[in-house]
């Protein structure tokens, strides 16, 4: 399992591509949206804890459909399922694969660009904490919605329209923890559900992907 | 015979074809019982005015847009532990008529909620909810269309129904924990205190009854469709294959 | 008719929204049934 990990850190850095796409991703919305909505701080600093999830959740989404895609065109795919790796495990390496390249380095970088939106100075803290809490959640989630439209032709677009709604949860509690982080109230309640759905990702969508994969490579 | 044999394919479109009317009158029956009873013949609300009357769409259509997602819950269950082709089909012919049944609540919901809250739209949990309720319709019926294989396509739907299903309550919960919002308890909750009164009550039940039929005939239509279809399929491949 | 009152237009749109949703996917369904079910019959009839 920690071959297949390192395995696919290498091919993820090697090949460039999703690694800093994400992040450029990221950084570009971040700019758009002051161009879009004007310049006022005041604005900025309200709506910058949403503003920052989505679109971490969106760069995240942007690298989805390579998890599985190109594993399963040369049909390594398929001896991952003949190997004495159980399919738990290997959809559980290819998420944490996929966290380490893209929800890592935008939580890094999340707080470097809070600046350009002017967020509160007390936030910095929560917003990272719940990044860091919610993140991988997000790459557990697309890992099982790539899971499931890995068979397809254009499963790119359907990929985002099974997996975005499945991120509602984690986009409420993270951007409502970083929003009480703001305000100054109590934001432990929104952090501690954050973590339980992340935990509860980890605990349940690993048999789920195991078994979509299987499914799709019968 | 066993309760499983009503699910053969062939025994399938054996007994429906002769209950199927039947389901369409009684439908037809109380739907215009109910909404010919509460549209002319029911008083207008002391607060809401006439805007009461859009209750008789408004509550049978969200209850069903609920009740048609746990419909397609419990049919993607039986596909994966019995391997009922007819439960797939009927997962998948219940989709659509879910989706609308969300449509007609989000749409009546923001027809009332213009006059009585002075907006159309707001970010209530129970409004959101039913649009991320929506948006996961959509997503299901795409992953129906997507996949070739009707094999492949049922298994998978049905994954993603199930957790779709845990993510459906989650966001439920998350929503409510985001926002407090407009919309008042349940209308129909066994605790009579905030129950509507008897004037609205009872055509509304006749309404609500109405829908329940109108979506057990759709979906007994539409699972005839689905099986007439797939043995065309079968039928085309066999033919290939000569 | 019943009397409406100021609220006439907002009842008439949500009745005549929701019958019209209602009527499109029983119609839907209805092609659906009936254009499915001659391409049966066809099939079986040449087979």
Not at chain 1, 168 to 179: D, K, M, S
Not at chain 2, 47 to 68: C, D, E, F, W
Not at chain 2, 71 to 92: C, E, G, K, Y
Not at chain 3, 10 to 23: D, I, R, T
Request: charged letters at 15%; proline letters at 5%; aromatic letters at 10%.
């Amino acid at each position: 399992m920690i071959a297949l990990l390192l395995r696919d850190l290498r091919l993820a850095v090697r090949a460039g591509g999703g690694f800093g796409l994400g992040l450029a991703f990221f950084l570009i919305v971040i700019v758009l949206v002051p161009l879009g909505v004007g310049p006022q701080t005041a604005l900025l600093t309200s709506i910058a804890p949403g503003i920052l999830w989505v679109a971490s959740l969106l760069a995240a989404l942007l690298s989805l459909d390579r998890i599985f895609a190109l594993d399963f065109e040369d049909g390594s795919l398929g001896l991952l399922a003949t190997s004495p790796l159980p399919m738990e495990g290997a959809a559980l390496a290819k998420a944490l694969a996929h966290w380490i390249t893209t929800g890592l380095p935008l939580t890094l970088a999340a707080p470097a660009l809070g600046f350009l939106l002017s967020l509160a100075p007390e936030a910095y803290g929560y917003l990272l904490l719940s990044l860091l809490l919610g993140t991988p959640a997000l790459s557990m989630i697309g890992t099982f919605g790539a899971a499931l439209t890995v068979g397809l032709r254009r499963g790119g677009l359907l990929l985002s329209l099974l997996v975005l709604p499945l991120y509602v949860p984690t986009l409420i509690y993270g951007a409502e923890a970083v929003r009480r982080g703001a305000d100054g109230q109590d934001a432990s309640g929104a952090l501690i559900l954050l973590g339980v759905i992340t935990a509860g990702c980890f605990a349940v969508l690993p048999f789920a992907t195991a078994a979509t994969l299987r499914i799709n490579l019968r | 015979m066993s309760f499983w044999e009503y699910a053969n394919p062939k025994k399938f479109m054996g007994w429906t074809a002769p209950v199927l009317p039947y389901v369409f009158g009684a439908a037809a029956l109380c739907l215009t019982v109910g909404l010919v009873w509460g549209f002319f013949f029911t008083p207008d609300d002391y607060r809401q005015g006439s805007t009461v009357k859009i209750i008789y769409l408004h509550v049978p259509a969200a209850l069903m847009a609920i009740n048609a997602w746990i419909m397609m819950l419990v049919a993607s269950l039986i596909w994966v532990v019995r391997r009922h082709h007819v439960s797939a089909l009927a997962a998948r012919a219940a989709g659509p008529i879910g989706l609308v049944m969300t449509l007609i609540a989000l749409f009546t919901g923001a027809i009332w909620g213009q006059p009585m809250w002075g907006t159309y739209w707001a970010w209530d949990p129970r409004l959101t909810s039913f649009l991320i309720l929506f948006l996961f319709y959509l997503g299901y019926m795409a992953m129906w269309e997507a996949i070739e294989d009707p094999d492949t396509a049922a298994d998978l739907t049905s994954v993603l129904c199930m957790v779709g299903s845990v993510f459906a309550i989650l966001s439920r919960y998350a929503v409510n924990f985001w926002n407090q919002g407009l919309h008042q308890g349940a209308s129909l909750s066994l605790d009579a205190e905030e129950n509507v009164s008897d004037v609205f009550w009872i055509p509304l039940v006749i309404c609500i009854a109405g829908f329940v039929l109108l979506f057990i005939g759709l979906v007994l239509l539409r699972t005839r469709t689905e099986i007439r279809a797939r043995r065309i399929r079968a039928l085309e491949a066999r033919a290939r294959r000569a | 008719m019943p009397e409406l009152g100021k609220y006439a237009v907002e009842v008439l749109a949500a009745y005549g929204v929701s019958l019209g949703l209602l009527a499109v996917i029983i119609v839907i369904s209805w092609r659906r049934s009936v254009r499915v079910r001659a391409a049966l019959e066809r099939i079986e009839k040449n087979g």
